[in-house]
């Protein structure tokens, strides 16, 4: 932000630094940090976009984009005026979304983040990782709260490629320290 001329950086403050409100990374009070090719604000309707190479980290958590749009609900400034800022209502991240914490990773072509609803929708060629297993499919859309979700295609019917589709390894709860019981092999 530091190479943007001085009222362009100040404008942009003022449209992003409700991003702390929002949360990359669960349960975090962590800032958010973003860096990009470009940047640029419009304070009258309350939207920044981020362009080129975009990168938001929060504490642990990391989402990378082509494009991040951060669009900021309007509120009531001293004296009436209706021309100001307040929190985060909605993120898009478009074109080669890629979001990673320690635990899980995703990938898709698009994502929105709605503050209203709390959800999460990744779109495109989607594929979700977790330990080993992976899911895939069009559309996977996560309520931040509750982690209830649900992956969709637009494809249907027995053996037809692009069907949701989910790669699942059961846990090795095998303990190999202990004797075998009486009666038992390894």
């Not at 949360?23 to 470009?38: F, R, Y």
């Not at 309007?74 to 080669?96: P, Q, T, V, W, Y």
Request: proline fraction near 4%; hydrophobic fraction near 35%; aromatic fraction near 4%.
């Amino acid at each position: 932000m530091k190479s943007l001329p001085t009222l362009a950086a100040i404008a942009l403050g003022l449209v992003a630094a409700p991003a702390a409100a929002q949360q990359l990374s669960a349960n975090s009070k962590a800032p958010i940090d973003i860096t990009s090719d470009h940047a640029e604000a419009s304070n009258s309707d309350c939207v920044s976009t981020w362009s080129g190479n975009v990168e938001a980290l929060q504490d642990n958590a990391r989402l990378r984009t082509d494009v991040l749009k951060l669009y900021s609900t309007k509120s009531a400034r001293a004296g009436g005026s209706n021309n100001g800022c307040g929190d985060i209502d909605r993120m898009e991240a478009l074109g080669s979304v890629y979001y990673v914490t320690p635990q899980q990773r995703v990938k898709g072509d698009n994502a929105v983040y709605q503050a209203s609803s709390d959800t999460i929708t990744v779109t495109g060629d989607v594929v979700a990782v977790r330990g080993r297993d992976v899911m895939r499919g069009k559309k996977m859309v996560i309520n931040v709260k509750t982690g209830d979700g649900q992956m969709e295609s637009d494809v249907t019917g027995r053996n037809k490629p692009g069907r949701v589709r989910g790669v699942f390894y059961p846990n090795d709860k095998t303990d190999n320290t202990q004797p075998p019981a009486a009666g038992q092999r390894r």
